[in-house]
T-cell receptor
Framework: SQQGEEDPQALSIQEGENATMNCSYKTSINNLQWYRQNSGRGLVHLILIRSNEREKHSGRLRVTLDTSKKSSSLLITASRAADTASYFCATGSDRGSTLGRLYFGRGTQLTVWP | NAGVTQTPKFQVLKTGQSMTLQCAQD?????MYWYRQDPGMGLRLIYY???????DKGEVPNGYNVSRLNKREFSLRLESAAPSQTSVYFC?????????????FGPGTRLTVT
């Protein structure tokens, strides 16, 4: 499958703690994206990291990409109750039959307790 | 800017009925997508349109048809609804093909087929 697979499936932490989610994939990619989905809502794009990048930051978010291990991680620092949501990784390729597509994983459900 | 809008928000159909889900974007994006989201399955691509005048099948196209009416609008039609099509449907758009660009999602249509 070309889907990314997130780990863990569910994560429960206290406010102020850091949350780390991982994503593994199987095929060659040219970028990897992370999205957030609040309950009952559409997905919102968080960050895109290209295959030639190793780390990217956006506010309290830090994403790493290791193409040799075909894996990525999303770190949310100093978590807040408002970060409670599902987080999805999506892999993109502009080659061959996968042209134009993003492949989404099944998501990590993050719960942040006040 | 409304972003990506979808109608209706909720729909209940009987097996065999037909319906069209409407999607429109006001961001002048070239590419548009239809996904379905089922519990524990993540998002699966049904059809996409890389640019006005083109459409392509995704992972799960059976039972669906699409029309890229113009640059703004991309509709999804269920000709003869089946209970297996009970799902949440999301429309998304992006400036270019999804492998390279972030996607913007609508709020979703929750469809139940009885």
């Amino acid at each position: 499958s070309q889907q990314g697979e997130e780990d863990p499936q569910a994560l429960s932490i206290q406010e102020g703690e850091n949350a780390t989610m991982n994503c593994s994939y199987k095929t060659s990619i040219n970028n990897l994206q992370w999205y957030r989905q609040n309950s009952g809502r559409g997905l919102v794009h968080l960050i895109l990291i290209r295959s030639n990048e190793r780390e990217k930051h956006s506010g309290r978010l830090r994403v790493t990409l290791d193409t040799s291990k075909k894996s990525s991680s999303l770190l949310i620092t100093a978590s807040r109750a408002a970060d409670t949501a599902s987080y999805f990784c999506a892999t993109g390729s502009d080659r061959g039959s996968t042209l134009g597509r993003l492949y989404f994983g099944r998501g990590t459900q993050l719960t942040v307790w006040p | 800017n409304a972003g990506v809008t979808q109608t209706p928000k909720f729909q209940v159909l009987k097996t065999g009925q037909s319906m069209t889900l409407q999607c429109a974007q006001d961001m002048n994006h070239n590419s548009m997508y239809w996904y379905r989201q089922d519990p524990g399955m993540g998002l699966r691509l049904i059809y996409y349109s890389a640019s006005e005048g083109t459409t392509d099948k995704g992972e799960v196209p059976n039972g669906y048809n699409v029309s890229r009416l113009n640059k703004r609008e991309f509709s999804l039609r269920l000709e003869s609804a089946a209970p297996s099509q009970t799902s949440v449907y999301f429309c998304a758009s992006s400036y270019g093909t999804g492998g390279t660009y972030e996607q913007y999602f609508g709020p979703g249509t929750r469809l139940t087929v009885t």
